[in-house]
């Protein structure tokens, strides 16, 4: 899964949005795109329980011969381990982690993940499908599976959402840091710092 104090984690969920990983794991960083075949992304909550914090479904996936969900493999230090546990509820029982195996250009990487325990299907907040939205044009997957996750039905929840918030301000400061200024003898341009297409990982 990695070496002794690093592992790789398949994110599909919010996880994808490199902001929303870091805020309690901060050693993340990407290490490739990758596609889980024969499974499905679905919505729901463990017993029927609503998300507090997301206010409505939150993802989770499920077997499913013939489909794929496609996510970011991460890898983590070993420290963030318990951090990741907490943030997917795995000590309530809301999900178990597991050991599945992704592909990425011909390569099968066995990586952790997390799959709810007793799912109610039930639909997403605007506000969380837009943070897998967001996840998904950052890294880059691929834009018919994009299209696939504009066009979930959200329940249409309206309200504030403090997750949302702290988001933003994280991404506020993460755009602030990546701005890197390039001065070639003839014009100054600015360029973001992660510019560089994930495809060559």
Same mark, same amino acid.
């Given at each position: 899964?990695?070496? =002794?104090? &690093? ?8 996880? *994808?949005? $490199?902001?929303?990983? %870091?805020?309690? #794991? ?62 997917? =509820?795995? &000590? ?8 599945? *195996?992704? $592909?990425?250009?011909? %390569?099968?990487? #066995? ?91």
């Amino acid at each position: 899964m990695g070496d =002794n104090h &690093t592992f790789l984690y398949f994110a599909y969920g919010s996880n *994808l949005l $490199k902001e929303r990983l %870091q805020l309690k #794991n901060p050693s993340a960083t990407v290490h490739c795109v990758a596609r889980l075949k024969d499974y499905k992304l679905v919505f729901g909550n463990h017993k029927g329980l609503a998300s507090d914090r997301w206010h409505g479904g939150v993802a989770t996936i499920e077997h499913s011969p013939g489909d794929e969900v496609w996510g970011v493999v991460w890898r983590m230090n070993v420290s963030d381990l318990e951090s990741l546990d907490s943030q997917e =509820n795995v &000590t309530l029982g809301a999900y178990s982690p597991v050991e599945l *195996l992704v $592909k990425t250009k011909g %390569q099968d990487l #066995n990586c952790r993940t997390y799959i709810m325990n007793s799912c109610v299907y039930a639909p997403p907040s605007p506000q969380y499908l837009k943070v897998i939205v967001m996840g998904a044009e950052q890294n880059g997957l691929p834009k018919d599976y994009q299209e696939k996750l504009r066009a979930i039905k959200t329940n249409m929840y309206e309200g504030p959402l403090p997750m949302m918030a702290e988001l933003e301000r994280a991404r506020r400061r993460a755009k602030e840091k990546s701005w890197v200024c390039h001065s070639p003898p003839a014009v100054a341009t600015c360029k973001p710092s992660n510019s560089k297409q994930l495809s060559s990982t």
